[in-house]
């Protein structure tokens, strides 16, 4: 459904949100294991995370990655994924046309606009405190 760079940016967002929880900030080595991505890759997308505010970075001895305490509570998924993914997710066709509409409607448009329409209340709704406290008590996983 999202992107790989997307499944990550939110795994990652998780993670250093628990992290920023307890006070501590973490590096691109530590982010990458955690959440099962190429070391690279990871780089890139805590670039676009940093560039969105949604993620903050600093350099230097004792730097790394964090959220901040405020930031946690307000974040709310659906930055995560417009950042990396755009809106096409929740706006677009559910088979990719191009033109998809009320009055031009794909086969699958109305049991998919309903979809859309759960998945978008949900993106907006759910914030990053909320995901990061599940994954802190245990009632979530970032990996297996």
């Known amino acids: ?16 949100a628990t992290k920023s929880s307890q006070g501590i900030r973490v590096g691109i080595k530590d ?15 805590m670039q676009i995370l940093t560039k969105n505010g949604i993620i903050d970075s600093a350099k230097g001895v004792g730097g790394g990655f964090e959220v901040s305490t405020r930031a946690i ?6 930055q995560i994924v ?4 755009g809106d096409s997710i929740y706006m677009g066709c559910g ?8 009055t031009h409607p794909c086969p699958v448009h109305n ?13 907006t709704n759910t914030t990053l405190e909320e995901l990061a406290l599940g994954v802190k008590s245990g009632d979530f996983f970032l990996k297996r």
């Open 73 to 78: 509570k307000s974040i709310k998924l659906i």
């Open 95 to 102: 088979i990719g046309l191009k033109e998809c509409s009320e």
């Open 1 to 16: 459904m999202f992107s790989k760079a997307c499944e990550y940016a939110i795994r990652a967002s998780i993670f250093i």
């Open 31 to 45: 982010v990458a294991k955690e959440i099962d991505s190429p070391e690279p890759f990871t780089a890139k997308i």
């Open 82 to 85: 417009d950042a990396v993914d």
């Open 111 to 123: 049991e998919f606009k309903v979809i859309r329409g759960l998945l978008l209340d949900m993106l």
